[in-house]
Nanobody, 125 residues
Framework: VQLQASGGGVVQAGDSLKLSCTAS????????MAWFRQGPGTEREFVAA????????HYADSVKGRFTLSRDNAQNTVYLQMNGLKTEDTAVYYC???????????????????WGQGTQVTVSS
């Protein structure tokens, strides 16, 4: 499956942004989906994930209550609505897909099989 992330940009603190991740090659219906991010000089960190098999959605504590992951299987697209953006949210955001990820592994980026190319989000103060 090929993933294409988009929607990044430069915004001010407190603003909102919505990222999209569109898949081609396969339907996403039976794939768990996730968003990760990577700031300069840091390791890729978990942001949010949705598991296709049980419908559960998981968030990093740092974004809980501000970010919302949603998916539109008909459009083969996953979204990340980001509200109340902070300067510390500045990073390259990546979407990921996997068919067999389990709950105990989904926060670890190396466990995900497919990746998009990343989209830059910059939040200025």
């Amino acid at each position: 499956v090929q993933l294409q992330a988009s929607g990044g940009g430069v915004v001010q603190a407190g603003d909102s942004l919505k990222l999209s991740c569109t898949a081609s090659g396969r339907t996403l219906r039976r794939y768990s989906m996730a968003w990760f991010r990577q700031g300069p000089g840091t390791e890729r960190e978990f942001v949010a994930a949705h598991k296709w098999n049980d419908g559960s959605t998981h968030y990093a504590d740092s974004v809980k209550g501000r970010f919302t992951l949603s998916r539109d299987n008909a459009q083969n697209t996953v979204y990340l609505q980001m509200n109340g953006l902070k300067t510390e949210d500045t990073a390259v955001y990546y979407c990921a897909a996997d068919q067999g990820i389990i709950s105990s592994s989904l926060r670890f980026w190396r466990q995900w099989d497919y990746w998009g190319q990343g989209t830059q989000v910059t939040v200025s103060s």
